[in-house]
């Protein structure tokens, strides 16, 4: 199963969000087992750093990332992502580049993400951490 991590999963592991690193933390420990892959767009690397370098300096947030980028698969966005972005119905564009970018990996089963009700219009089953391991409907 592919699983695309949204921005707030990996700002939660990398910051340790508390309550919300854990699950950002059992995402990638079961990854790392095979339970599943894990993919994220390249924008939510650069946003990830732009965080969490302001709250731990620049050399643990490279250090971070570094291993993040070891265990995730990027997707680039184009330009052709950042214009479709600004057509869809998402009324963040954030989001909805994000979406665009998790469209472009063919595999992915489920977009991860604390901020659902940003998403309600994905054609991408989108679930939060919780609801990944507790949803009957995520066929794992």
């Not at 949204?6 to 592991?13: A, H, P």
């Not at 699950?23 to 079961?30: H, L, P, T």
């Not at 940003?118 to 794992?140: C, G, H, M, Q, R």
Request: with cysteine.
């Amino acid at each position: 199963m592919d699983l695309f991590l949204d921005t707030n999963i990996l700002i939660d592991i990398t910051a340790n969000r508390e309550p919300f690193s854990k699950w950002a933390i059992k995402i990638f420990k079961d990854s790392k087992k095979g339970r599943w892959r894990l993919m994220t767009s390249s924008i939510s690397i650069l946003t990830t750093y732009y965080i969490i370098e302001k709250q731990i300096g620049s050399t643990k947030a490279k250090r971070f990332l570094k291993i993040l980028l070891n265990r995730l698969e990027v997707q680039d966005i184009s330009k052709r992502e950042l214009l479709t972005g600004l057509t869809t119905k998402f009324k963040d564009y954030e989001d909805s580049v994000q979406h665009e970018c998790a469209k472009l990996c063919k595999s992915v089963d489920f977009i991860i993400t604390r901020n659902k009700k940003d998403f309600k219009n994905s054609i991408i089953e989108v679930l939060s951490p919780e609801e990944l391991y507790f949803d009957s409907t995520a066929d794992y």
